[in-house]
């Protein structure tokens, strides 16, 4: 068994026994789903930084992305590696935890042990599959509200999130306009776009086109879809970027050899960077989560929930916004920030909007992009200010 | 066998016995390719449509496109479809058959008669698969310059293609400059981007990851990978589209239904669009061809076989160029068509340049866009006075 399958292993472990905190809801509780469907016992994955003042105003809730997971800033269990805005959370650092109770959970039909597809089934004893109910971001929005019932935080002083996070952030104000104080939704959308569907629906038929996938029961059946896994991963991962960026980064320069070898092996840098990539993923994420993650974003329209107008979900919020986007960012272009802040504002909300001229794309909210940083910062120090947070 | 076998064993019966027009390479005759390698026997397969003039002054050779072939305006002997450039080539057309001899071959390495590697390896008896050389845009071109000896051509009128196609336009005029009276390079580059290789090798990670790929010897054992290679193409599909006219032409819009099911099912149009585009290719298309096609593209770098400089390419020229790019174009931005006008102007070549607004992406050249229609019918015709031709 070769390192892959061992890290397999390891993330597939933390869907039964994760290294995080975890909050269990278990009948009568259960937590009822966009598509009907009632999940109870329901296991919440998470992790916290900082600590709770006596007056329980600040809490700071972070969202995490498709492919993220509740290890914000700790070595992550699976992959040894950084917490993954370990450039946000920490003392001194916007998310400063010397100041804020950070808060992340891992979303439903996660895969690092809060509840999703690869989870035991309690009626058949057997992992969900493809019997795991279709997870909307609304649903998750609502299981990390229970959660925040069970850590007794009524209000958070700040919901922070970059792409699927920044949808959760949306959620939240939507959803609980009374429970969010500050919201900082980062190169994300008030709906998934028909080109984004199309490559999400890309990487499912990747995964789903393997053998190994099994019809979702690869886990009951002892396979793993790795190959399709890897090359939806592939095809994601050049949406995260930028042309700019992998020019300037990789251009056409050649992997360890002087002279192209007239074959099919990965001549090119940005060959081998993205296999690596895509081995990399299929060690720590489930590829039937991949498949409910990617659909919850694609069935993010929030007009839609809210009779056609997105400033309908936001009117008379008192929840103060700052929309953040990157010029770079093809995948949630600028003009998708932009109508959302027409939107808060339509809606009569508190916004202020933000677009970082930088080459990197869409995974620029997870990178050291010094105006990024100082942007949150002020932001999350003004609201502190007029929360009453020293 | 469902009809999609029966197509796909129509598409390989083309390259051992192709309805088209061929043209046979034998011993001790041979085409050295870039790689290296000698190939002979070599069959060409090709169309014509119009006559030679007497002049023999009136050759216009169209270059096809990645997944196209050389049936550009009839019937195409497999799908029964119309001809991929109808608009462009025909009586009172731009390339206008009742004054041009209009020629297009499949090109080395293609899968419609052209030798390539569906094709019998004489030295086995089998289909070379993988044992095909690799191909270089220029060994296609040479390909094409022995056609055009055998038909008694010795300059062509004009040579105009799109994307690959108008790779190998830029490759005639730089390996045969006295050959080419005019050059039409569209929504094309002289060298392929690091993002173009990313997105390509996600297309031959998919196609190799499936099981019936057997290392590129599925004719041999009787498989086909047809999963992967319809991923490959819807994930290629949506770079050849633009991000609004997904929206315009899909949008959110649900597929045959009036609500989402909460399941994997095709809910959007645009998903149910993609799974047919990869659907109705593998039909049409070998799998091997696909990868030698990519790694083509990915290869070509006009001015690394330039000493580094993409004027010296040009250096001295006689050709009139006329370069077209389309604004929505984001695989072939403007700013690879601007970059190749500049080389021309420094090498001291003829070239105008028409970047045209439309919001239809890369496919843009095979559609019925007005502007490019008429943009072409100028250039052509101006050029045809020039060339004395009635």
Redesign the interface.
């Known amino acids: 068994m070769g390192d892959a399958a061992i890290l397999a292993n390891g993330a597939l472990s933390q869907s039964t026994a994760p290294d995080s905190l975890t909050f269990r809801i278990s009948p009568p509780a259960a937590l009822v789903m966009?598509?009907?469907a009632t999940l109870s016992p329901l296991t919440i994955a998470y992790q916290t930084y900082g600590a709770l003042n006596a007056a329980r105003s600040n809490a700071l809730l972070v969202c995490h992305a498709l492919s993220g997971d509740q290890h914000v800033a700790n070595l992550h269990p699976v992959t040894g590696r950084a917490g993954w805005w370990e450039t946000m959370v920490g003392p001194g650092l916007p998310f400063d935890t010397d100041r804020f109770f950070v808060i992340c959970s891992n979303v439903l039909g996660g895969c690092m042990g809060t509840t999703g597809p690869a989870s035991i089934n309690p009626e058949t004893g057997n992992p969900f599959g493809?019997d795991f109910?279709?997870v909307t971001v609304a649903d998750m929005v609502r299981a990390q509200a229970l959660l925040l019932d069970h850590l007794g935080i009524e209000t958070l002083f700040c919901v922070a999130g970059g792409s699927m996070g920044g949808m959760q952030v949306l959620q939240w104000a939507a959803s609980y306009p009374t429970r969010v104080f500050a919201a900082l939704p980062i190169a994300t959308s008030a709906?998934?776009?028909?080109?984004n569907?199309?490559?999400h629906?890309?990487g499912?038929?990747?995964v789903?086109?393997?053998?190994d996938w099994r019809g979702g029961r690869y886990l009951i059946e002892g396979a793993r879809p790795s190959?399709?896994l890897?090359?939806a991963r592939?095809?994601a991962h050049?949406t995260y970027?930028s042309?700019s960026a992998?020019?300037r980064?990789?251009?056409?320069n050649l992997q360890d050899r002087s002279a192209?070898t007239?074959?099919?092996d990965?001549?090119?840098q940005?060959?081998s960077y993205?296999?690596h990539q895509?081995a990399i993923f299929v060690e720590r994420f489930d590829p039937n989560s991949y498949?409910y993650m990617t659909?919850a974003m694609?069935?993010f329209?929030l007009a839609?929930d809210y009779g056609g107008s997105l400033a309908n979900a936001f009117k008379g919020s008192r929840t103060r916004f700052c929309v953040v986007s990157f010029t770079s960012d093809?995948l949630f272009?600028t003009s998708d920030s932009r109508a959302l802040v027409r939107a808060l504002n339509a809606g009569g909300a508190s916004v202020s909007f933000v677009e970082i001229e930088t080459d990197r794309g869409h995974d620029a909210f997870l990178l050291d992009v010094p105006e990024l940083i100082e942007t949150t910062r002020g932001f999350i120090d003004a609201a502190a200010r007029a929360r009453g947070i020293s």
Do not use: C, N, T
């Open positions: 966009d598509s009907g493809l109910p279709i709906r998934h776009s028909s080109q569907i199309a490559f629906e890309v499912r038929q990747a789903m086109a393997d053998p190959k399709g890897a090359v592939m095809a050049i970027l042309d992998l020019h980064r990789f251009g056409r192209r007239f074959s099919f990965a001549d090119f940005v060959e993205l296999r895509g498949l659909r694609d069935y329209d839609a093809w272009p």
